[in-house]
């Protein structure tokens, strides 16, 4: 089954009751039994529930996985991996990564005992430096939040592989459409549905996808132990997204392809960042793990001037200036002081989240109106 067959059918299977086209929204948190542990397959909501299983059966089809795990959020999604592991191990991060799982790992998990290296992955000696006997797992963003870096996938799974530790890869940014880290060597791949899964803003929803039977028992052990599932009414939500998710990519990808070169020759604008462009550190290796270049673009105006980067995205009309992304509307956003607020300053400077940076999430309206709104912004 081809990836956009995937997309409507891939996991799913006839509703018995009444021959319901999509998966009916089991709104219960527990089910009849016959007798004393005699269900139907399901007991009770935080374990199982169908219509997250139909989510999570469609989430392990898109990623070529075998197992699929549907959490209450991204974050929940990271913090179901982390308990894989116990005090005094090692994990490698990229440095330049979300906010949200910087402060995860720093604030919450580092007083637990485990301990984590922040490093530029585009050079893979920095990877291997870091490894030692307590080094655990590798934790990779590709393409990076928000300075679009590259990671080479293949060449760290065959690093992970070499030195018999996981490899995970949070996927949110390219998608399962662009980009499928199982098929490159990750062990775990991991997701904010919220984005460009579910795909119209309106649900918050983590989600995992494995192709080992081992860590996918563990992990499901940890999300019915732990409940940071996500509800019926979300799951069905995300599961109605994924469906129509091949279409609302290819037009995601091919505005921002269209925006970057527009910003690129924009005489206010500093530099931008886009795998996408040839001159991009890690093009090749982004043309060689990637269908095509993602809607994500990041950029910074003359001068790495804050107030004029507010000023940037206070004055935008179509673009709405707010928190997330991956929804079919655009959004912009300053990640100083929104998405990666919660890192240190010098910490967020010195992968490049300075303060004149602007992130922009292309979304699938009509692209000269988008570019419009940013000549009048920009000036």
């Known amino acids: 089954m081809k990836f956009n067959t995937k997309t409507i059918h891939g996991g799913q299977i006839p509703e018995k009751g009444y021959g319901a086209v999509m998966p009916p929204i089991y709104q219960t948190s527990t089910y009849s039994q016959s007798s004393p542990g005699k269900h139907q397959g399901y007991e009770y909501s935080r374990t199982h529930n169908p219509t997250r299983h139909a989510l999570e059966n469609s989430l392990a089809s898109i990623e070529n996985g075998q197992f699929g795990l549907a959490f209450g959020s991204g974050l929940a999604a990271i913090d179901a991996v982390l308990k894989l592991f116990k005090p005094g191990d090692e994990i490698i991060s990229t440095n330049d990564l979300y906010g949200g799982s910087y402060r995860l790992f720093t ?13 530029d992955m585009q050079d893979l000696n920095n990877v291997k430096s870091l490894i030692n006997l307590k080094t655990q797992m590798i934790w990779v963003e590709s ?7 590259i990671v080479d996938i293949k060449e760290l799974g065959k690093i992970a592989k070499a030195n018999k530790i996981l490899l995970s890869v949070d ?7 662009l980009q499928k880290p199982l098929d490159l060597g990750a062990d775990i791949v991991m997701h904010s549905a919220t984005k460009y899964l579910a795909g119209h803003s309106d649900v918050v929803l983590g989600a995992l996808v494995t192709d080992n039977k081992k860590i996918a028992d563990e992990l499901y052990f940890i999300q019915n132990a732990s409940g940071a599932i996500c509800g019926p009414m979300d799951s069905f939500l995300a599961l109605r997204g994924i469906k129509t998710l091949h279409v609302r990519m290819a037009r995601h990808c091919e505005n921002a392809k269209k925006i970057a070169f527009y910003l690129e020759s ?3 604008v500093e530099k931008v960042f886009w795998p996408g462009f040839k001159s991009h550190p890690n093009h090749t290796i982004a043309k060689s793990q990637m269908t095509d270049f993602g809607a994500m673009i990041s950029f910074t105006s003359k001068g790495n001037n804050y107030k004029a980067a507010i000023s940037i995205v206070e004055n935008l009309k179509i673009f709405t200036l707010a928190e997330s992304l991956g929804g079919v509307e655009s959004l912009a956003g300053h990640p100083a002081s929104m998405t990666h607020a919660s ?7 010195l992968s490049g989240v300075v303060d004149s940076l602007i992130r922009l999430s292309v979304g699938i309206e ?3 109106d988008l570019i419009e709104d940013l000549k009048q912004a920009i000036g």
Do not use: C, W
């Not at 996927?171 to 459409?177: D, L, S, V």
């Not at 890192?343 to 400077?349: L, M, V």
């Open 107 to 119: 604030k919450l998990f580092e007083k637990y005992g485990l301990k984590f290296h922040f490093t």
């Open 143 to 149: 393409p990076t939040n928000p300075m679009m870096s």
């Open 171 to 177: 996927n949110t940014f390219a998608t399962p459409f």
């Open 266 to 268: 924009h005489p206010r």
């Open 343 to 349: 890192i240190p300053k010098d910490q967020r400077e």
């Open 366 to 368: 009509d692209v000269e």
